[in-house]
């Protein structure tokens, strides 16, 4: 049904842009040129209404993409136990894969949890009432011009606040009219590496891994 409805929309504005531009073309006294002039300039009027902010969104978009997107590794950390993660982020997979002893996350209605593993090698979450990670991971949200998302993951050291690792992934949402459009998609970039595989043990490097 939505689809029939653009497609309405579409076409209704195709029609009045094609009876407008007639319209104009017969007001207008002086010649074949002059008509000729109005017609193009009334038609790329019509064009540009739609898709005006499509060249700068996706220079822009190609621009974050080929400049701010991806890993950046400021320092690395090395015989990492656990860390804090504030915004999801890979859970058990941090001790049942990548060699941290712990994790340490928070659960709407439980409060904070530290998952680590039993001695037969399962994921246990014990409730905690304060942290012992030195080092968190925390996700930032924003929105850029043109219909741009960036979504930032960073690793930082909780007690000097200095950032150690960012991970960067653009989104880019389309023009003006794309945005509206339920199926209209653009592939993110910066997203090449696996998050947790790649990025956290990039940054800090697992107790198991370094010993």
Same mark, same amino acid.
């Given at each position: 049904m939505l689809l029939f409805w653009?497609?309405?929309?579409?076409?209704?504005?195709? $029609?009045? $842009?094609?009876?407008?531009?007639?319209?104009?073309i017969k007001m207008v006294d002086g010649g074949r040129r002059r008509q000729t002039i109005v017609g193009l300039l009334s038609a790329g009027t019509f064009l540009l209404i739609p898709s005006w902010d499509m060249i700068p969104g996706q220079s822009y978009f190609r621009h974050l993409c080929q400049t701010e997107a991806g890993l950046k590794i400021y320092k690395t950390i090395e015989g990492v136990e656990g860390f804090r993660e504030y915004s999801g982020g890979p859970a058990s997979d941090a001790v049942e894969k990548y060699g941290y002893r712990f994790i340490e996350t928070e659960r709407p209605g439980i409060g904070l949890l530290r998952l680590s593993l039993d001695?037969?090698? @399962?994921?246990?979450?014990?409730?905690v009432s304060e942290a012992i990670s030195?080092? $968190?991971?925390?996700?930032?949200?924003? @929105?850029?011009?043109?219909?741009?998302? @960036?979504?930032? @993951?960073?690793?930082?050291?909780?007690?000097?606040?200095?950032?150690?690792?960012i991970f960067n992934i653009f989104y880019y949402s389309g023009n003006w009219v794309q945005v509206k459009l339920p199926w209209s998609s653009h592939a993110p970039c910066g997203n090449e590496l696996k998050f947790y595989k790649d990025f956290y043990p990039s940054v800090l490097k697992p107790v198991s891994v370094t010993r």
């Open positions: 653009f497609m309405g929309i579409f076409f209704g504005y195709i $029609a009045i $842009a094609l009876v407008v531009t007639v319209l104009l001695s037969r090698g @399962k994921v246990i979450k014990q409730p030195r080092y $968190a991971v925390r996700e930032i949200r924003e @929105k850029l011009d043109w219909n741009v998302r @960036k979504v930032q @993951k960073v690793i930082f050291d909780e007690r000097t606040g200095e950032r150690l690792g």
